[in-house]
């Protein structure tokens, strides 16, 4: 069973987590989450959390302490501590794929400026420890990197889905679909709005079918995505 520990200073931020499919597969045993709140592990009158930045500078940092107390007692040596960050290494697909095999994902939302780096560093020497992004913009937290990220990979273990083909063939899986986006989809009914779905699709003709899919996904790819470039 996949694990998931999130720490946050704002618990119902992560809520969602607990609707439709991931919800279904909480309740089912075949994930596992919890959300703590870091401030009950500041130990000081008022649960601070922050601090002003040493060297100066705009906004604050938070505090290594309630970090420490939070994550010594929430990670085991087969943790991954997950940390979202502007300045981490860019969340992919791969990377999705690789973590929905581990069995448990401990992730540190911070906010301000960020967590002292030197609860990374500390962890580093005892599990696994990610830096990861979600692309080139700022958020005012981790906890929105976290749903996406817990929803990208809990997509992918096995019995949570409940339709196990689907997950192969998606824009970014691995193999399937080399380097391409996915190709417009159609569904009933044949005419709306004067639109008609292409006929190609209700010919019944299956090798023209995918033939005519992976065109429409190059098209898209170099549209869109320029930067996929290649095949
Ligand atoms: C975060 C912030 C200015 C951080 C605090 C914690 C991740 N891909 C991605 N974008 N933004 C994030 C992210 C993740 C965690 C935190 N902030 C706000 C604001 C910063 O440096 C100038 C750093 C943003």
Not at 29 to 35: C, H, N, P, S
Not at 121 to 148: F, I, M, N, P, Q
Request: with cysteine.
């Amino acid at each position: 069973m996949l694990k998931f520990d999130v720490i946050t200073v704002f618990p119902e931020y992560l809520a969602p987590l607990r609707l439709s499919l991931l919800g279904r597969a909480i309740e089912d045993g075949v994930l596992g989450l919890d959300v703590h709140d870091l401030r009950d592990f500041a130990h000081d009158k008022h649960q601070t959390v922050d601090d002003a930045p040493y060297g100066g500078g705009p906004g604050m940092v938070m505090k290594p302490e309630p970090w420490g107390e939070a994550l010594d007692q929430l990670l085991t040596p087969e943790s991954v501590l997950i940390i979202p960050t502007p300045s981490g290494r860019p969340f992919t697909q791969a990377q999705a794929q690789e973590y929905s095999a581990m069995p448990h994902l401990v992730f540190a939302c911070g906010r301000y400026e960020g967590i002292d780096s030197r609860v990374a560093s500390h962890y580093s020497s005892k599990v696994r420890v990610d830096e990861v992004s979600l692309g080139d913009y700022v958020l005012a937290g981790g906890e929105v990197a976290v749903l996406t990220i817990v929803e990208a990979v809990a997509r992918l273990v096995p019995g949570v889905l409940g339709n196990e083909v689907s997950v192969q063939d998606d824009s970014f899986a691995q193999g399937a679909m080399e380097n391409l986006v996915e190709g417009p989809v159609f569904t009933r009914p044949p005419v709306w709005r004067e639109l008609e779905v292409p006929e190609i699709l209700t010919s019944g003709d299956h090798a023209k079918i995918a033939a005519w899919r992976h065109l429409q996904a190059m098209q898209k790819t170099a549209i869109n995505r320029p930067d996929l470039a290649d095949s």
